[in-house]
């Protein structure tokens, strides 16, 4: 009855603000203000984007209100102004009446501006993460916010956030008091207010964001990670590059996620999706994407030797890091404690910026243990950088985050803010990120021609179902919670975490590498983290999902940048599969037109007359299938060319002629250096798939090399893109 009260008046006092906001329009806008900000701190001890991030803040608009009271409702125009509607001392009723202002279709978006003229509500916004005390933005990273698992906020917390490291997060409720939020792949609610007053969270009303975060694909076909440090006003990104892009995605589009797995173009979709709980509307919806080297659970190996990470520092620290020459330390530390040595690299990279912090230099800390958010002092000592990378591997990771029967255990993959180390480890929800890009880097530079020797190496297995992990006895080594019920206080797996599978032990049942060798009764060996890497658990196949194809050495694309396109090429049968494929080797026009007819299904045939096409050709029918569809024609009436090689713009005629990718006004073209030497007759299928992104130019020297004989891998890459 209390609410159908507060409807009806809001609804009488929504018909009276219209009518007011008719007759003083011009009154009603709102003027805007930056505060002073009271004392000002270093920022030069913290990471570049956090500064930026701070710094963003710093100049954060206010609105000068038109009351005194508690609230003020308004609109968001789309000309970047606001307007008064009118004020109230009641949050909820504030709220109301922004809700029934949505409903009557007026212009712009209803907000709710609180006593410090910010924006605390709007009906359609983005969450900014923020810490406000005493109405002046905080200008350190001292602070952070706890996320939990429901909105009543029980204690324990989910894990925890820093503004510092994130401006932007969806809202998927928002009841004036409480937010649910999606942040770094976790669903979770947060307090809008503290009770000593500060704020959490504001909203940036949709018609006022500019910058949201955003993946995309590179030229080199990498995903990267677009972090957005400032919502509303000019571009201020930090980026994160994860590895080989997933082949749904294109170059040149804007993806949206916000857990790493679902991905949208349109942000509107990505939040209408969230309050209804589903992904129907991403484009990957019945295909989630899992990050290898995220996923990759801390209980592995890496390819590479201590001469190799040598390298790999030598080229990518500075000569003062105390990371050089280290390479001996992380081999020691993950044979004997099971700890993936690239995957700690990765951590202390980020964590001590390329081993020259100061705490790095001060203490011999490398990993940031125990320095907390805006106080370091704290920090653990080291005797040596040795110490530290072997007593942090021994105890903070191994019997820690990599341990089951820790309050720190997430899954022992780098994970985000729903599992794994990331949770508990580090109030930036993209830590995980920043060492996943590292891991990466030292991949691509020590893999080298030879391509990615990590990634891929180990086949991922996620646990769907509520299970136990048994060792070769029977014993159960620990247990799989259902999904969303593990907390501090219950040290064990839970759905969603991830594993190496090692084999097939059974008909029934997979072996895996546990992350505990040892029953949650006993003790562990020696009393520490040693790991014994002999050691297998069992677990039914029935509760266990497989996320990726682990890599053949055995053929000549596992390590190559093509190889998920490869992959998918042969899945779908536009080519053979085979452990040969000579990505690296130009392909014929008769190979060409074999994948293409296969890749769009084109049957029909029509007789011709060759001199160099035979009837027991095997491309006799390929042939007189593409000039029958018309996207190919002989070098003259009587000659194909069936093995000669196929030219960079002559297959982009052939795959813009078949998608209807055609365009005269030349921007993309005329931007490469050799942009001239496009012949005429290719010039509109040429723009056009390089707009539609099938096709890219070469950013080393800016061409597009139009004469160049195309590889197989890339034609692959092409019809794949293509065919998205």
Known sequence: ????????????????????????????????????????????????????????????????????????????????????????DN?????????????????????????????????????????????????????????????????????????????????????????KIEVSGYTGYIKKQEDDGSLNIITVPMNKVNNLSHYTVNSNNELVH?????????????????GPAPNFMKQNTKYYSYDGNYFYTDINQLISDAKLDNHNNAINSNNPYYNYYQYLPGRSKTSYTADDINKYFEQYTPSDS????????????????????????????????????NLAKNKFNVFGTNAKDGY??????????????????????????????????????LGNKSLGANVRYASDPFWSEKAISRMYQLDKFLGGDTGLKDYNRYLLGMYTNETSIKNTSNKELYSILPQNTRTKNTCKGQVGDTT???????????????????????????????????????????????????????????????????????NKGWIDTTNTFNPEKFITRAEFVKIVNRAFNFTESKDETFKDVNPNDWFYDEIRIAVKVGYINGRDKDTFAPNDSITRQEAAKIIGYITNKIDYNYTNISSFNDGSSVAQWAKPYVEGVLK????????????????????????VTILSRAKI
């Open 1 to 88: 009855m209390k609410k159908l009260n507060l409807t009806i008046l809001s609804s009488i006092l929504l018909t009276t603000s219209l009518l007011t906001i008719k007759s003083n329009a011009q009154d009603s806008i709102y003027q805007t203000y930056i505060k002073p900000i009271p004392k000002a701190y270093n920022l030069q001890e913290l990471p570049k984007e956090v500064q930026e991030d701070i710094q963003s803040i710093q100049n954060m608009k206010y609105l000068k209100l038109k009351t005194s009271s508690d609230y003020e409702i308004a609109i968001s125009n789309n000309d970047g102004t606001y307007s008064y509607v009118q004020s109230e």
């Open 322 to 357: 105390l990371l050089r020459n280290t390479g001996s330390y992380f081999i020691k530390a993950q044979n004997e404690y099971g700890t993936n040595a690239a995957l700690l690299i990765g951590i202390a990279m980020n964590e001590s910026d390329r081993g020259t912090s």
């Open 500 to 570: 190496i599978v090692l084999n097939e032990k059974d008909i029934n049942n997979y072996s895996v590498r546990p992350d505990r060798i040892v029953p949650m009764t006993e003790t562990n060996i020696n009393g520490d983290g040693t790991y014994l890497w002999d050691r297998e658990g069992i677990v039914s196949k029935n509760n266990v999902k497989l996320i990726n194809e682990v890599a053949n050495p055995n053929t000549d694309f596992s390590w190559h940048w093509a190889k998920s396109y490869i992959i998918d090429g042969m």
């Open 692 to 715: 539609a992104g099938y096709m890219n130019g070469y950013r080393s020297d800016n061409t597009f090399k139009p004469s160049d004989n195309i590889k197989r891998a890339e034609a």
């Open 226 to 242: 677009a972090i957005s440090s400032d919502i509303t006003s000019t571009p201020k990104y930090s980026y994160q590059t994860l």
């Open 376 to 413: 370091v002092e704290g920090a653990d000592k080291f005797s040596s950088i040795e110490e530290c990378i072997i007593r942090v591997s021994n105890y903070s990771f191994s019997n820690g985050y990599f341990n089951p029967k820790s309050w720190k255990y997430n899954s022992s993959s």
């Open 91 to 179: 949050l909820n009723l504030a709220i109301d009446i922004a809700d029934n202002l949505k409903n009557a279709k007026n212009q712009g978006i209803p907000v709710v501006i609180n006593k410090e003229g910010l924006v605390i509500y709007a009906t359609e916004g983005i969450g900014r993460i923020v810490k406000i005390i005493d109405g002046n933005v905080d200008t350190t990273n001292n602070y952070t916010t706890n996320v939990y698992k429901t909105s009543e906020l029980k204690s324990p917390e989910h894990t925890y956030i820093n503004h510092g490291y994130i401006d932007d997060v969806p809202i998927i409720e928002d009841n004036g008091d409480v937010v």
